[in-house]
């Protein structure tokens, strides 16, 4: 029988929301060459970085505020102007959003979530975050529902499955709408 766990406190929350959002950068599909959505440093483990945080904060913006602006996405997200329009490039270039000119301001651009559903969003909405997790875990990845049988560590497997239904409450409970009710 396990032990009642003690509550987080609020810096083992935030550490906590940090390895998930490193897991979460881990299990994202790299974006094809020449896509123009890799840009930023590729590290030695073959993955892009360099703005995966911001680009994902920005759509995130887009999609709850139709017809918005750089400055505005600035202004809510607390990310640097020049962060956001690199982020607002590399999202256009892949398809996510549109831009259209201002007609109150011809300099700047509104900028909305794509109207069709470019191939990399769909490659992205079909990532599983299993094997990330696992290598989080310390298991060697996804394995069978047969593991045991075929050699593999069933305690990896109950961890594997206990961390991602945790998940799925969290992620129920927890939307990205959640942070609006927290104090600005």
Sequence with gaps: MSQPSQPLTPVELFLLGRTLMKIGEEALPEPALGTGTGTGSRTGGGTFRGGTRAVLVVLSDVYAHADTTVGAIASRTGLPQSQVSGAVARLKESGSIETAPDPADGRRQLIRQAAAVSER????????????????????????????????????????????????????????????????
């Design 121 to 184: 969003v769909e490659e992205v909405r079909g990532a599983g975050i299993e094997e990330a997790l696992a290598t989080a875990l310390g298991a060697s990845g996804t394995r069978s529902a047969n593991s045991a049988e075929d050699g593999g560590d069933a305690d990896a497997d109950d961890r594997l499955r206990e961390v991602t239904e945790a998940l799925a409450v969290l992620a129920r409970h927890l939307t990205p709408e959640s942070v609006s009710r927290l104090r600005p």
